[in-house]
T-cell receptor, first 113, second 115 residues
Framework: QKEVEQNSGPLSVPEGAIASLNCTYSDRGSQSFFWYRQYSGKSPELIMSIYSNGDKEDGRFTAQLNKASQYVSLLIRDSQPSDSATYLCAVILGGTSYGKLTFGQGTILTVHP | EAGVAQSPRYKIIEKRQSVAFWCNPISGHATLYWYQQILGQGPKLLIQFQNNGVVDDSQLPKDRFSAERLKGVDSTLKIQPAKLEDSAVYLC?????????????FGNGTRLTVT
């Protein structure tokens, strides 16, 4: 089992729809969770972080964390073509220190007009 | 605030040759990371420095890869000799403190092609 696993893509949604991206992780002791966006040929950029169970909203983005199910998700409301990118789930696994991120394989999102 | 600087942006070498990448983190950032991102995959941590000390190099292929962080600022990553499977983007990142709440800032990466 991979330490951090994302739902296989690519994911295609129409403009204005809700895009749902999912991620599971293997280590129950993990405490810190992040979503990065990576445009083609560019470096990853942080869009959301979440540390507690529940929802965290930032503009059109909502991160959801369920530690009991070892599951974290990202919802993008009112999706725009500019949201088309690869979304990377990253976790600081339990027992690691100094902010070491373990990434999932990424989900490619395409928002079509 | 200036971002993480990396050079070169692109490098093409033949297998068995050597190559070096350079990274200058954001000023004041104590923690520096080198990640390898193979096409279609997420980044994989190669080595992590806290100031000029190595915190984690468990996934660094030490028979061919080496890295150093002189005086706790700039860092270089070297591959010698390169293999075809080393073709990837090498990302440098830095964070202020390396704590779990200190976000990583990535450079633009070096795209390495080994032929």
């Amino acid at each position: 089992q991979k330490e951090v696993e994302q739902n296989s893509g690519p994911l295609s949604v129409p403009e204005g729809a809700i895009a749902s991206l999912n991620c599971t992780y293997s280590d129950r002791g993990s405490q810190s969770f992040f979503w990065y966006r990576q445009y083609s040929g560019k470096s990853p950029e942080l869009i959301m972080s979440i540390y507690s169970n529940g929802d965290k909203e930032d503009g059109r983005f909502t991160a959801q964390l369920n530690k009991a199910s070892q599951y974290v998700s990202l919802l993008i409301r009112d999706s725009q073509p500019s949201d088309s990118a690869t979304y990377l789930c990253a976790v600081i696994l339990g027992g690691t220190s100094y902010g070491k991120l373990t990434f999932g394989q990424g989900t490619i999102l395409t928002v079509h007009p | 605030e200036a971002g993480v600087a990396q050079s070169p942006r692109y490098k093409i070498i033949e297998k068995r040759q050597s190559v070096a990448f350079w990274c200058n983190p954001i000023s004041g950032h104590a923690t520096l990371y080198w990640y390898q991102q193979i096409l279609g995959q997420g980044p994989k941590l190669l080595i992590q420095f806290q100031n000029n000390g190595v915190v984690d190099d468990s996934q660094l292929p030490k028979d061919r890869f080496s890295a150093e962080r002189l005086k706790g600022v700039d860092s270089t990553l070297k591959i010698q000799p390169a293999k075809l499977e080393d073709s990837a983007v090498y990302l440098c990142a830095s964070s202020f403190s390396g704590t779990n709440n200190s976000p990583l800032h990535f450079g633009n990466g070096t795209r390495l092609t080994v032929t």
